[in-house]
């Protein structure tokens, strides 16, 4: 194929909140083109950047963490929504664990186009 991004771009769409999970989730968020809110088993685009991540933590007494697989993103408690930061163009990926150290479904971000 041609264009490698834009095929792992459209499988990563077409998973969208597809992942199984035991949380009840809510729909994921893809109103805007530089920003984002993603929560866990979810995937999200922006088509221009830096796009702002906000990260809405599953509903429930628990306290989550959300890392990049090396840094800590953010922590908070159930039901709170986290601004992780400004991303740049590339693909991304928010692992969420709760207080027990079960991991939830990975979020995905892939970020394209021109800075704003």
């Known amino acids: 194929m041609r264009h490698p991004i834009i095929a792992l771009l459209f499988l990563i769409l077409l998973a969208g909140c597809g992942g199984q999970s035991a949380v009840k989730q809510a729909s994921c968020d893809r109103r805007n083109f530089d920003e984002v809110v993603l929560q866990p088993g979810c995937s999200g685009y922006c088509a221009q950047q830096p796009c ?18 090396h840094f800590v993103l953010g922590e908070g408690s159930g039901g709170e929504t986290l601004f992780l930061g400004s ?6 990926r ?14 995905h971000l892939v970020v394209s186009g021109d800075p704003m």
């Not at 702002?52 to 697989?69: E, I, S």
């Not at 928010?94 to 979020?107: E, I, R, V």
Request: net charge negative.
């Open 52 to 69: 702002a991540v906000n990260f809405r933590l599953p509903d429930g007494d628990a306290t989550y963490r959300v890392t990049d697989g």
């Open 87 to 92: 991303f740049w163009l590339g693909s991304h």
């Open 94 to 107: 928010f692992l969420t664990t709760d207080s027990s150290g079960k991991q939830l479904a990975t979020a």
